[in-house]
C-alpha cells in the first residue's frame, strides 16, 4: 500500500496547484485573455474553472492514492500554460505602456503584434483546456472511493489525537515557559479583561501558539497539573476543542470537568449554559482550551458561545489556551500571546534520548552505541518535539544497533511532516504561494518584511479584490497570517536610519515542507553544490557565485523569473544574464573595486523585469537609455550606491516604479511624474527645472520615510505648499533639512511653515533651521500632527520668547542637538506622555521647567558646566525637577547606551560637515 503521507504530500500539492488556478489572481489572468480575444468572459471563465472545480474534488477523493506519472506531468504542464498566457499578456502591457509613453497624444496600434500576440494566446487556452480534459479522464480511471468510507488520508494523520490534562510522565526543556505562564495565572494584575454593562469579566486569556508538535499542548498540560496540587484554581476544567467543535459538546465537557459528575444529555443549549453557570458561579476558575482554531466567517462567534457561560466565575479566573495561529488566540481576547520556545540541540537530544533509551535494559557499551548513532539521528529531527516522540518511541521498541543506524538513513518526519502539511492546507490559496516561495532561500535565512512583501508583489502573487487597497498592503496581510500560523517565525529587529527592520525565518521543519509543496518550482544553489539544475526551475537562489561551474547552466534555464545571487567571489557577467528574458526579479550583492559600474544597453530587454536590486559598495552607477524601457519595473533598490547617472539625460518613465530604496539621493528629474512611488527615501529640491518640491505634489501613496533636503533652495511658503505634505497620510517619518545657510531667517520661517506635515506622521527630524520663528503647526494653537512620538531638532536656532511648543498628546520622545535654544518651553509639563528627554551640545540652556511626570530618561551630554552641575547638585532647583526621572545620564556618567527601550545611534550625514547624535525609539 503506498505511504499515505508521501501520497497525500503529492496529492496536496495537486489539490494546492488546482486551487491556485481557480484563485482570484488566475481568474482576473483568464478573463483578461477572454477579453482581449474578443469571448464572453464571464462564460468561458465559469466553463473553465468548472472544470478545474471538478478536478480539484477528485483529487481530494483519491487523496491516499499517488497520483500517476501522467496525471503529475499534466498539472505540469497545465502551471506552465498559465505562466506562458501571464507572459503573452505583460507583453502586450508592456506595448501599450511603451505606446502610451512614446506617443501621449495616440498613434495607431501596431496590428502585426496585436495579431501575433492572439494567435499564441488562442494556443496557450487550448492547451489548458486539453491538459485539464485529460487530467480529469486519467482521474475517472483510478479507483473511486466513497467519501463516506473510512480511510486514512492526509487531514486524519496529521490529526494529533484527542488531548487530556495529564501530562507525560517527564517533559524536558520547558521549565522557563512554564514559570513565565506560572506567573501569569497568578498576576493580580487582569491584562486580559474587559469591559462588558456589568462590569469587568471574571477571567483572563493567555494564549500559547506555535506549529504542530512544538510542545504546546505538552506545556499546558504541565502547568495544569502544577495547578492542581496548588488549588489556588478550583474547578480546573480540560477541553480539547480541535478545528470542528462543537458548542454544545465542548459545554457538556466543561460542565462535566467543573462538577466531576457525568454530564446528562441536554437537548437545549440553554439549560446546558444554565447548569454550567450554576457550576461555577463565584468559583475561581482555570480552563483551558486546547487546539483552538478560529474559523475566518463565524469561528469568533462559535468560541465567544463557549466562554459565554463564565462570566459568573469568581475574580482572577482564567483561560489558558493553546493554538497553531495567534489569531484565534485574539479571538478569545487574549492580551498575552506567547510563542512557544525552541529548544536548543543539547536539550533536544536530551528530550529524543529520554524517549528512545529512558529505562532501556542494556549494558554501558551497547547504551553509548546506541547514544552516538541517536545524536546523527536528533539532528534530522529539526528539533521537533513531536518528531521525537514518535522516531523515538519507535527506536525504543527495537534497541538493536543496526536497526538504528538504518533508521538514520531514512526520512524519519513523515508523520510530523503529514500534520504540517494538513495545516498548510489550511491556509488561503494565496497565502500557500507566498509560503511555499520562502523555500527559494537557505534555511534560517533571516527574512526582511518589506523585501518579501515586495517580492511576492513583484512575482505576482498578491491580488486584491479592493481597488483602493495598495498590493503592499494585501501582501502585508499574508505575512501577518503566515506569522500568525507560525510558518513564520519573528527572528528580532535591526536598527536601521529609516528605522526598525522586521526580521522572519522559516522553522526548519516548515522548509522542508515549503520545499515539498513547490516541487519543482524554487530551487537553491548552495556553497559545495554539485548537482544538476532542474530544467523547469523559476525561482533560483545563488548563494555564492562560481563563474565556472554555474554561468552557463544558469543561462539555459529559460523559465526562469527570479535570479538572486547572494554573494560572489570574481566579477559578474552582467550582460550574459539579460538572455534570461523572462526575468520578474534580478538581483544581486555586487563587490566592485571599481569607482563606477555602467548597466549593459541589453537591460531594455528584460520587459517583465519587476524588481531590481544591485548592491554594491559606495560606487557610481550609470543606468544606459535603454532602461526607460522597463516599463513594469515596481522595485529598484541600489543600496549604498553614492551616485547615479542616466546616460541619456531623459525623464525616467517608468510609471509603475513604486520603491526607490538608496541611502543617498539618487537626483531623479520630474520625480513627480512617478506617481504610483511609495518609497523614496531621499527628496533634494534644487533650482534647476525638474526638480523643484513641487515635484512632490503628487506622490501621495508615499509611506515610510522621506528626508528632505536643499529646503535652502525654496524660496516661499507657496513654493513649500506645492509639495503638499498634508496629504501623505501614509507617510509616518519626515526629516525637514536646510544644506546651508544661504536664506533669510525670514524666508526660511515661511518655509517651514508651508511643510505642514501629514497628520498621522510619528517622527518629526528638523536640522539645520534658523528662521526667525517656528510655525503654527508646530507652537501655535493650529493642531500639529497628533500621532507624532518623536520631535527632533538639530543646529536649530531657538523658540521666541513667547512660544510653546504644540500640545502633542502622544510625544514620547524629544531631542535638542546642537540647538541655540536658549530654554525649553514654558508648557513642557503638559506633555505628559513625553518618556525621553535628550540635550546635546545645547550651550545656551542654563535651567529647566516644570517637566512631566511621565518621563523616564533624561539625558544631558556637552552643555553649559554650570547648567550640568545644577542638575547634578541635591537641592538645586534643576535637580529637583529632575528628581523623580529614573534614569538620568550626564557627560559624567561611563554609561553610553541608555538602559531603556531607547537606544542611541550614531550617524553620518553625508549632505553636512558635522555629526550628530541620532534618536530612535523601539516604540515607533
Same mark, same amino acid.
Given at each position: ?30 478573463? #483578461?485573455?477572454?477579453?482581449?480575444l ?34 503529475e506531468?499534466?498539472?505540469d ?36 503584434? !496585436?495579431?501575433?500576440? &492572439?494567435?499564441?494566446?488562442?494556443k ?7 491538459? %485539464? ?58 491584562? @486580559? ?7 469587568a469579566?471574571c477571567?483572563?486569556? +493567555? ?20 495547578e ?15 478545528k470542528?467543535f ?9 460542565l ?14 440553554d ?6 453557570? /450554576? ?25 465567544q ?15 489558558? =489556551?493553546?493554538?497553531r ?14 510563542? %512557544? ?11 529524543f534520548? !529520554? ?21 546523527? %539521528?536528533?539532528?534530522?529531527? #529539526?528539533?521537533?518535539?513531536l ?90 496581510k ?7 500560523a507560525?510558518?513564520?517565525?519573528? =527572528?528580532?529587529?535591526? #536598527? ?7 526580521y ?18 524554487c ?26 561551474? %554555474? ?17 560572489? &567571489? ?12 523572462k ?12 569607482n ?7 537591460i ?8 531590481? =536590486? ?31 547617472v ?8 517608468l ?20 506617481t ?13 527645472p ?18 528632505? !533636503? ?7 511658503? /507657496?513654493e ?28 526660511q520661517?515661511?518655509?517651514?511653515? @508651508?511643510?505642514?506635515p ?25 493642531? @500639529?500632527?497628533?500621532?507624532? !512620538? ?12 513667547s ?35 535628550v +540635550? ?17 530618561q ?13 542638575? /547634578?547638585t ?9 528628581q523623580?526621572i ?17 537606544a542611541w ?9 558635522? #555629526? ?7 516604540a515607533?
Amino acid at each position: 500500500m503506498p505511504d499515505p503521507v508521501t501520497a497525500g504530500a503529492a496529492v496536496g500539492w495537486g489539490i494546492s496547484a488546482l486551487g491556485w488556478f481557480v484563485s482570484p489572481i488566475i481568474s482576473k489572468l483568464l478573463s #483578461r485573455c477572454f477579453s482581449y480575444l474578443g469571448f464572453d468572459g464571464p462564460q468561458k471563465l465559469g466553463e473553465f474553472q468548472s472544470k478545474v472545480f471538478q478536478l480539484e474534488l477528485i483529487l481530494k477523493d483519491v487523496e491516499v492514492h499517488p497520483p500517476s506519472n501522467r496525471l503529475e506531468e499534466l498539472l505540469d504542464k497545465l502551471k506552465s500554460a498559465f505562466y506562458e498566457a501571464e507572459d503573452i499578456l505583460d507583453d502586450i502591457e508592456h506595448h501599450r505602456l511603451e505606446r502610451q509613453i512614446l506617443y501621449p497624444h495616440g498613434r495607431k496600434w501596431d496590428t502585426t503584434l !496585436h495579431d501575433i500576440s &492572439k494567435m499564441e494566446l488562442e494556443k496557450i487556452l487550448n492547451k489548458i483546456e486539453n491538459n %485539464i480534459n485529460e487530467a480529469l479522464k486519467i482521474l475517472a480511471l483510478l479507483p473511486s472511493y466513497s467519501k463516506d468510507k473510512e480511510r486514512q488520508t492526509v487531514a486524519v494523520n496529521s490529526r494529533i489525537e484527542v488531548t487530556t490534562a495529564a501530562p507525560p510522565p517527564v517533559v524536558i526543556g520547558r521549565d522557563m515557559d512554564h514559570d513565565k505562564i506560572i506567573g501569569m495565572l497568578h498576576d493580580k494584575v487582569d491584562y @486580559g479583561q474587559r469591559k462588558i454593562r456589568s462590569g469587568a469579566l471574571c477571567y483572563s486569556v +493567555i494564549g500559547i501558539h506555535g506549529i504542530p508538535g512544538s510542545g504546546k499542548s505538552t506545556l499546558a498540560q504541565l502547568v495544569c497539573a502544577s495547578e492542581r496540587k496548588k488549588r489556588h484554581f478550583k474547578p480546573i476544567m480540560w477541553v480539547h476543542v480541535s478545528k470542528h467543535f462543537s458548542v454544545d459538546t465542548i459545554l457538556s465537557e466543561m460542565l462535566e470537568a467543573a462538577t466531576g459528575n457525568p454530564c446528562p444529555e441536554f437537548k437545549n443549549r440553554d439549560t446546558l449554559q444554565q447548569k454550567l453557570e /450554576e457550576a461555577l458561579t463565584g468559583e475561581r476558575f482555570l480552563l483551558v482550551l486546547d487546539d483552538v482554531w478560529c474559523e475566518k466567517n463565524s469561528g469568533q462567534l462559535e468560541l465567544q458561545k463557549i466562554v459565554s457561560p463564565l462570566k459568573v466565575g469568581g475574580s482572577g479566573s482564567k483561560i489558558l =489556551a493553546t493554538s497553531r495561529t495567534a489569531d484565534a488566540l485574539l479571538a478569545l481576547d487574549a492580551m498575552r500571546c506567547i510563542p %512557544i520556545a525552541d529548544m536548543d540541540d543539547d536539550v533536544f537530544l536530551q528530550l529524543f534520548m !529520554h524517549y528512545a533509551l529512558e529505562g532501556a535494559d542494556i549494558d554501558e557499551r551497547d547504551r553509548a552505541i546506541l547514544k552516538e548513532i541517536g545524536s546523527g %539521528i536528533a539532528k534530522k529531527l #529539526r528539533r521537533s518535539p513531536l518528531a521525537a516522540s514518535i522516531v523515538g518511541r519507535q527506536l525504543r521498541m527495537r534497541l538493536d544497533a543496526d536497526f538504528w543506524r538504518d533508521a538514520s538513513k531514512r526520512d524519519l518526519l513523515k508523520e510530523t511532516m503529514g500534520a504540517l502539511l494538513w495545516s498548510y492546507q489550511q491556509l488561503d490559496e494565496q497565502v500557500r504561494r507566498c509560503f511555499a516561495y520562502c523555500s527559494i532561500f537557505p534555511r534560517r535565512y533571516r527574512l526582511k518584511r518589506d523585501e518579501l512583501i515586495n517580492l511576492w508583489v513583484a512575482e505576482g502573487f498578491i491580488g486584491s479584490t479592493d481597488a483602493g487597497e495598495e498590493m503592499e498592503d494585501v501582501g502585508g496581510k499574508y505575512l501577518d497570517e503566515l506569522v500568525s500560523a507560525s510558518f513564520l517565525q519573528q =527572528a528580532g529587529q535591526q #536598527r536601521a536610519v529609516s528605522g526598525a527592520v522586521d526580521y522572519f525565518i522559516v522553522h526548519d521543519l516548515l522548509h522542508d515542507l515549503a520545499e515539498r509543496v513547490n516541487r519543482s518550482d524554487c530551487f537553491r544553489i548552495e556553497n559545495g553544490w554539485t548537482g544538476v539544475l532542474p530544467p523547469n526551475v523559476r525561482h533560483l537562489f545563488v548563494e555564492t557565485y562560481n563563474k565556472a561551474m %554555474i554561468s552557463d547552466k544558469i543561462l539555459e534555464m529559460e523559465s526562469l523569473r527570479t535570479l538572486i545571487i547572494y554573494r560572489h &567571489k570574481q566579477d559578474i557577467p552582467f550582460d550574459k544574464f539579460m538572455r534570461l528574458k523572462k526575468l520578474r526579479v534580478l538581483s544581486m550583492l555586487s563587490v566592485t573595486t571599481s569607482n563606477v559600474f555602467s548597466f549593459p544597453a541589453s537591460i531594455g530587454r528584460l520587459k517583465h523585469l519587476r524588481y531590481l =536590486a544591485f548592491r554594491t559598495g559606495r560606487v557610481k552607477l550609470v543606468f544606459p537609455s535603454t532602461f526607460t524601457n522597463l516599463y513594469h519595473l515596481q522595485v529598484l533598490d541600489i543600496g549604498g550606491c553614492k551616485d547615479l547617472v542616466f546616460s541619456s539625460g531623459e525623464d525616467i518613465n517608468l510609471l509603475n516604479l513604486r520603491h526607490v530604496i538608496s541611502s543617498a539621493d539618487l537626483n531623479f528629474r520630474n520625480i513627480g511624474s512617478l506617481t504610483s512611488l511609495q518609497t523614496l527615501s531621499f527628496f533634494t529640491a534644487k533650482k534647476g527645472p525638474g526638480y523643484e518640491l513641487r515635484q512632490l505634489k503628487h506622490l501621495s501613496k508615499l509611506r515610510g520615510r522621506l528626508e528632505m !533636503h536643499g529646503l535652502e533652495n525654496v524660496q516661499s511658503k /507657496e513654493e513649500a505648499l506645492e509639495a503638499n505634505l498634508a496629504s501623505k497620510e501614509h507617510l509616518k517619518k519626515l526629516a525637514l533639512v536646510w544644506d546651508k545657510d544661504t536664506c533669510c531667517p525670514e524666508v526660511q520661517a515661511e518655509v517651514l511653515e @508651508g511643510l505642514y506635515p501629514p497628520p498621522e506622521l510619528e517622527k518629526l527630524e528638523i536640522t539645520n533651521y534658523h528662521g526667525s520663528r517656528y510655525p503654527d503647526w508646530m507652537v501655535g494653537k493650529q493642531k @500639529g500632527p497628533k500621532n507624532l !512620538h518623536i520631535l527632533s531638532l538639530s543646529s536649530c536656532s531657538g523658540l521666541g520668547s513667547s512660544q510653546k511648543l504644540s500640545e502633542f498628546v502622544n510625544l514620547r520622545s524629544l531631542g535638542l542637538y546642537m540647538c541655540s535654544w536658549n530654554a525649553l518651553p514654558d508648557n513642557m509639563e503638559q506633555l505628559t506622555s513625553l518618556q525621553t528627554l535628550v +540635550i546635546y551640545k545645547c550651550q545656551n540652556i542654563c535651567s529647566l521647567p516644570m517637566l512631566p511626570r511621565s518621563l523616564v530618561q533624561f539625558v544631558l551630554r556637552g552643555c553649559n558646566p554650570e547648567f550640568r552641575r545644577s542638575c /547634578e547638585t541635591i537641592g538645586d532647583p534643576n535637580w529637583q525637577k529632575i528628581q523623580h526621572i529614573a534614569n538620568k545620564e550626564f557627560d559624567s556618567n561611563q554609561v553610553d547606551v541608555p538602559k531603556t527601550e531607547t537606544a542611541w545611534k550614531y550617524v553620518r550625514i553625508s549632505q553636512f560637515d558635522y #555629526r550628530f547624535f541620532h534618536l530612535f525609539d523601539l516604540a515607533c
